[in-house]
């Protein structure tokens, strides 16, 4: 098991946003500058924290989205976009890479949560779980 918070503003722009060209009559998909970006702070917060050896066997992932509060009461949940799902994709790919496991198809049990924060981040939390 292994736990961390990562402070920082969690990016809100998600995988879902990238954009597709044609190129010699074929899609290609691209991320945007912006989803670069994100993807690039996530993953030098998650580098810090990658286990020795990367995960092989099932994991619950679980995921605590912390946003600037802002008006909103510290420990409410934040109940607008981006949805949960979406900012999971690309989290999970950014673990994948940094190699917390061989491949996220082991995360095999999720809770995701969105918070309006007084310390905003991303706390996390990997637990193996029994076959």
Avoid at 22 to 49: F, Q
Avoid at 69 to 90: C, F, M, S, V, W
């Amino acid at each position: 098991m292994i736990q961390f918070f990562m402070p920082m503003i969690p990016p809100t722009v998600t995988a879902q946003e990238h954009k597709i060209a044609v190129r010699n009559g074929k899609p290609i998909v691209y991320d945007t500058p912006e989803i670069k970006s994100a993807k690039s702070m996530l993953t030098a917060y998650l580098a810090e924290h990658k286990p020795e050896q990367p995960f092989e066997c099932g994991v619950r992932l679980i995921v605590k989205w912390c946003f600037p509060r802002g008006e909103h009461q510290n420990g409410t949940y934040r109940t607008i976009r981006p949805d949960t799902d979406n900012l999971q994709k690309a989290l999970k790919d950014c673990m994948t890479k940094c190699g917390f496991w061989k491949d996220d198809a082991l995360v095999c049990s999720e809770i995701i949560e969105k918070f309006w924060a007084e310390i905003p981040g991303i706390w996390i939390r990997i637990e193996e779980v029994e076959a």
